[in-house]
């Protein structure tokens, strides 16, 4: 992710990685601190994500911030791609343009977003 208006990258919290699972046109996960839910739209490489909704539990200011930051990211998505096991998604904002990375936590490779 990208920190405001500068092309920096903002690594995740180790211990509090983002993390979201797209099955079936709904995208769920957790923020590092809150759970969200929402949906998501694929055409042709293109990726739509609906404004998702999450709970409110209070977490350290570093970790809301991250967890903003993200949220963000993902609603502002663009396109996507499925590479070598990794799904990378490309979003646009206000602040600037950036990716955001996932790759399997079970050991399968990520495939496609359907």
Do not use: H
Not at 45 to 61: H, R
Not at 91 to 101: F, K, P, T
Request: proline share 5%; glycine share 8%.
């Amino acid at each position: 992710m990208t920190v405001e208006n500068s092309p920096m990258p903002m690594l995740p919290l180790q211990e509090k990685a983002p993390i979201a699972d797209f099955s079936d046109g709904r995208v769920s996960g957790s923020g590092g601190c809150n759970q969200f839910t929402g949906s998501y739209e694929t055409k042709e490489g293109t990726l739509t994500v609906s404004p998702l909704a999450s709970t409110f539990k209070a977490c350290e200011e570093s970790l809301m911030t991250q967890e903003q930051r993200f949220l963000t990211a993902m609603q502002d998505a663009k396109r996507y791609e499925v590479d070598q096991g990794q799904l990378t998604v490309f979003y646009e904002n206000d602040q600037g343009s950036g990716v955001l990375r996932f790759v399997s936590q079970n050991n399968e490779p990520v495939r496609a977003l359907w």
